[in-house]
């Protein structure tokens, strides 16, 4: 699959929204351009009332105050093009009527990059913003220049001890069908040009679900971070972060039917790279996972998938570990995914006292109206992602989705497919011959009151694990009373993390 064109590269694109307040069922969409875009693609058009940031950088969380965003799958955009204002869905609110009175700015960008997961993927065309007022029942009429072009991504600057890789992954590339690349922070400790001979131990950092390798600037720049990473009595260590962004969105570093094989290109050709051209320890025992949320999931997943080539896992917030509990669906058991079988519709996020936040519908409604299709397979978002690493891939190259994206009905043979990822079943199936590569490797960590439910999963993993012999399983769990999803001081417990990783460097090398 090749990544989709602009055909012109001074694109001008006026999309104009007539909507009459006469007939509130009569209304258009005129999309005229100098130019075409002969593309597939989904139109977004999207609102806040953020003073300071872009309507387009979409913050796909679906609170009370989610910005609204308003969606159409088009073949192409020509010179003309007329829609109907009621094939533009939309999400929270269904039509732009129900827009509430005020000021607001306004966005569209035309998303036709396949190989990005986000909206604002790179040759993305889109407009600047503008200001604009609505009243109270009455849709707006909108005039729109895509005139500009989403940058391709570039790497950061690179710091005395800090590196910025981006390769091309021929493994990737194959199965995509066109240049794939693995990107990565690399952050050298402070006596690494000291001894140029010494080999380090590396921590592969997996952010949460979606955290780009950048997110190593943020601890670089950190003066706190900095004071610690800098002083005399700091482990000596490597930290790599890892990438969270493939096609479908993160993909979790792992091989998938729909992502393709990013555990094969991350453990042979990113590794790889890496220990030709940085002084790291190139051996299992100088290798450590550890991340919170996805890179709870992540790292976790890699030290029973891969146990031969990580030393360890400090598991923190991990997503579910247990299918029985996919939040609070059982993924095996339940017919849908929305409603409980006291028929109410099941959170998905909670506050630490319980008051539930928003609702397992309301966060796929969502990416349901981010994604093509009108589906949240192809949204990018946690969801969609969290199917894509684990379905079977359609005859049409989707993932196949685990439940109706309108009515939540859970298709089993899906579920069925999905065995192979549940954390819980291939660690019991596997037991005799994974345990034993297992000993002194198993770290989690995790508030009983996950703001996701998380806990309820983990929880079954640790009585499956506690339940085993020849060998008996010695992995370290921690409950937090009271605290939520990654609810800890992240410079704290990155320091407590490091040094136990050391530690075990130490006595294992």
């Known amino acids: 699959m090749k990544p989709l064109k602009l055909q012109a590269s001074n694109l001008l694109i006026c999309i104009s929204l007539v909507l009459a307040c006469v007939n509130a069922h009569a209304k258009t969409i ?93 040759a993305n065309a889109y407009s600047l913003p503008q200001a604009i007022e609505i009243k109270a029942g009455v849709a707006p009429t909108l005039n729109f220049e895509l ?36 990107r990565a922070g690399v952050l050298l400790p402070a006596t690494y040009y000291d001894k140029p001979l010494k080999k380090f131990p590396v921590f592969f950092d997996i952010g949460g679900y979606g955290a780009r390798y950048t997110r190593a600037e943020r601890w670089y720049q950190s003066e706190e971070f900095q004071e610690y990473w800098q002083a005399d009595d ?25 992502n393709g094989p990013y555990g094969d290109a991350t453990w ?86 319980g008051e539930v936040i928003f609702s397992i519908k309301r966060e796929i409604d969502m990416e349901n109206q981010m994604g093509r299709g009108n589906s949240y397979v192809t949204s990018g978002g946690q969801w969609g992602g969290w199917n894509a690493v684990y379905s079977p891939k359609l005859d049409s190259g989707l993932p196949a989705p685990i439940w109706d994206p309108a009515s939540g009905e859970i298709n089993k043979d899906v579920a069925e497919a999905w065995k192979q990822y549940d954390l819980r079943l291939y660690t019991q199936k596997n037991w005799q011959t994974l345990g034993p590569k297992l000993a002194g490797k198993l770290h989690i960590w995790m508030g009983d009151m996950d703001n996701f439910y998380l806990n309820n999963a983990m929880y079954l993993f640790e009585d499956m694990l506690k339940s085993r012999t020849e060998p008996a399983s010695d992995a370290v769990f921690e409950y937090k009373r009271g605290v939520g999803h990654c609810d800890f001081n992240r410079y704290d417990m990155r320091k407590k993390t490091i040094a136990q990783m050391y530690e075990r460097f130490q006595k294992t090398r």
């Open 234 to 258: 700091t482990p000596q260590m490597v930290i790599v972060y890892l990438d969270g962004e493939a096609p479908f969105g993160d993909p979790y570093q792992i091989n998938s039917a729909n």
């Open 30 to 122: 005129s999309i005229s351009a100098n130019q075409a875009i002969d593309a597939p693609g989904r139109l977004h058009i999207i609102f806040t009332q953020d003073s300071e940031r872009e309507p387009r950088l979409y913050s796909a969380w679906p609170v009370q105050n989610v910005e609204p965003l308003f969606s159409q799958d088009l073949d192409g955009l020509g010179q003309t093009l007329t829609l109907d204002t009621n094939t533009l869905g939309g999400f929270p609110f269904k039509t732009m009527q129900d827009l509430p009175a005020g000021m607001w700015r306004v966005q569209a960008i035309y998303d036709t990059n396949t190989l990005d997961s986000g909206i604002n993927s790179p």
């Open 268 to 353: 042979q050709e990113l590794l790889g790279y890496l220990n030709q051209n940085f002084n790291i320890v190139d051996t299992a025992q100088g290798r450590f996972v550890s991340g919170c949320s996805t890179g709870g999931w992540v790292s976790l997943a890699l030290q029973l998938f891969y146990p031969d080539t990580f030393n360890g896992a400090w598991s923190y917030s991990a997503d579910g570990v247990d299918f029985r509990y996919f939040q609070l669906v059982d993924i095996y058991s339940d017919d849908n995914a929305f409603f409980n079988e006291h028929g109410q519709e099941r959170p998905s996020y909670r506050g630490k006292d």
């Open 147 to 182: 005139n500009q072009t989403v940058a391709a991504d570039a790497l950061p600057e690179d710091q005395a001890l800090l590196k910025f890789i981006k390769i091309k992954s021929d493994i990737l590339s194959e199965f995509w069908g066109s240049d794939m690349y693995l």
